[in-house]
């Protein structure tokens, strides 16, 4: 799955078929992009400026490495920065009206809890009043004279039967022809 590799002219990185992006270099491994990140960025020691010179000069690999990132890094600082929409004044006023209001949500949050703690206290203290659960008490000796009637065939209360009336649409018996 490597994508062939063109070499353009010199000081050009190898690009990818078509995509226009650096291909990866596989054999290069993680010390070498560490050297040659600080060798870029101009942090890298006098040794190391040394041995970074002397390996471009002999390894291609080397080479292909270094100016992919040499390419990587211009295409970064070349990125447009975008501009923000609000003038800094207004994103600094935004930015403390959020923090006033996480302020004020922590404060009700924390002044309801306290209330709550309160009114509990109270509650703990009024004599006769227990707000804990209390289970239903049930008797040993229940009176049986009261029995469950099951109506099953006959309704306990008689339901009057409705009045039927004729259809709206038809005529009345009377006014019908005989066919």
Do not use: H
Request: charged share 20%.
């Amino acid at each position: 799955m490597n994508p062939k590799i063109e070499v353009q002219k010199d000081n050009q990185l190898p690009l990818s078929q078509g995509s226009g992006n650096p291909a990866p270099i596989l054999g290069a491994e993680k010390e070498d992009y560490g050297l040659l990140s600080a060798y870029i960025d101009g942090e890298a020691t006098p040794e190391e400026r040394k041995q970074v010179n002397q390996r471009l000069d002999n390894d291609r690999e080397f080479k292909k490495l270094y100016l992919q990132m040499l390419q990587v890094r211009q295409k970064f600082q070349a990125m447009p920065v975008p501009t923000s929409e609000a003038s800094v004044g207004e994103t600094v006023q935004r930015f403390f009206w959020v923090l006033d209001r996480r302020r004020l949500r922590a404060l009700s949050l924390g002044g309801s809890a306290i209330a709550a703690v309160f009114l509990a206290a109270i509650a703990g203290i009024v004599p006769g009043t227990s707000f804990a659960p209390q289970l239903s008490k049930t008797l040993g000796n229940q009176d049986s004279s009261e029995e469950l009637a099951i109506a099953l065939n006959r309704p306990i209360v008689m339901i009057p039967k409705a009045a039927i009336a004729a259809p709206v649409n038809t005529p009345p018996a009377d006014k019908v022809q005989p066919n």
